[in-house]
């Protein structure tokens, strides 16, 4: 993934967080995990920062949103909170194109399921917009 696609995905999710009066930090990493872009909106909590990388991070680690962790953690398998690396919160997406993960977007701002369900219409948004060219 590139870096022109990243700021996509970015513009985007301040566009879903502004529609809904939520100020996120948002964070784009390739399948490897490697941060490729970040910002954080005015007034945006300080703490955001990192939560935004690590739940991309988590996405693209565990294949999967990471909501999906949250709420096997709430629903008893505590076996998630012991995963390395794991921010099992949601608001983390992993970018698929062609059945393959070429990324994830992180954000943070708001509570669990606002976060979730933020990035989760980002990734869709973009990935239909672009007709899933992320390259």
């Known amino acids: 993934m590139d870096l022109g696609t990243s700021l996509t995905f970015i ?6 967080a502004t529609a809904v009066h939520a100020r996120i930090a948002v964070a784009i990493v390739d399948a490897g995990g490697n941060l490729i872009a970040f910002q954080k909106m005015d007034g945006t909590q ?3 920062i990192e939560l ?5 991070k988590t996405a693209v680690s565990f294949a999967r949103p ?21 921010l099992p919160a949601g608001g983390g997406y992993p970018i698929v194109v062609n059945n393959e993960i070429v990324g994830a977007l992180g954000l943070s701002g708001g509570e669990g399921e606002t976060d979730a369900r933020l990035a ?3 990734v869709n ?6 007709k899933a060219k992320v390259y």
Do not use: F, W
């Open 120 to 122: 989760q219409s980002t």
């Open 66 to 86: 990471t909501a999906d962790l949250e709420h096997a953690l709430n629903s008893g398998n505590y076996m998630i909170a012991t995963l390395p690396n794991a």
């Open 125 to 130: 948004t973009v990935l239909q917009a672009t």
């Open 11 to 16: 513009d985007q999710a301040k566009k879903a």
């Open 46 to 48: 300080l703490g955001s």
């Open 52 to 56: 935004a990388l690590r739940k991309a």
